[in-house]
């Protein structure tokens, strides 16, 4: 039990601890007032087998990054095609609602880095723009 204020109890009961996923998270199942809820947490006693993703560099105004955590859904580009400043290049969702990433400057798309229904993480690099010299 955990008072958050007066007259405000939340009762936590764990049950269990799910096995390891290859990002070195596990999934922990718990009750929360008697709703089962679930949590991704990352356990730092796990090796992480899975390659981590490349950060977008700020300085760099042709890195397309992840505005946050969350699932491709849609490509729109392909490498090597001309976009404008402002074009949607993907669709990413992120706990049910649906946003577009647009090119940040124009020029041509060098480099996609990801691919439809893949998850990634705020800051993760998800292509790059070539822009004309």
Same mark, same amino acid.
């Given at each position: 039990? *955990? #008072?958050?204020?007066?007259?405000? %109890? *939340? =009762? =936590?009961? @764990? ?13 922990? @199942? @718990? ?7 679930? =949590?991704?947490?990352? #356990? ?7 390659? &981590? !993703? $490349?950060? $977008?560099?700020?300085?760099? /105004?042709? !890195?397309?990054?992840?505005? &946050?955590?969350?699932?491709? %859904?849609?490509? $729109?580009?392909?490498?090597?095609? +001309? ?7 993907? +669709?990413?969702? /992120?706990?049910?609602?649906? +946003?577009? =990433? ?13 691919? /439809? ?6 800051? #993760? *690099?998800?292509?790059?723009?070539? &822009? $004309?010299?």
């Amino acid at each position: 039990m *955990l #008072d958050i204020e007066p007259g405000k %109890t *939340l =009762i =936590i009961r @764990f049950l269990t601890i799910g096995e390891a996923h290859t990002d070195g998270t596990r999934t922990l @199942f @718990f009750e929360l007032n008697g709703q089962p809820r679930e =949590i991704r947490v990352r #356990d730092r006693a796990l090796k992480v087998t899975s390659r &981590t !993703h $490349a950060k $977008a560099g700020p300085a760099d /105004a042709g !890195h397309v990054a992840a505005p &946050t955590s969350g699932l491709i %859904t849609t490509i $729109a580009v392909q490498v090597n095609q +001309s976009v404008q400043r402002g074009e949607k290049l993907m +669709s990413l969702e /992120a706990m049910k609602m649906q +946003s577009n =990433i647009y090119a940040p400057v124009a020029g041509s798309v060098s480099r996609i880095l990801v691919s /439809a229904n893949q998850n990634v993480e705020a800051k #993760d *690099l998800l292509a790059t723009i070539s &822009t $004309a010299s």
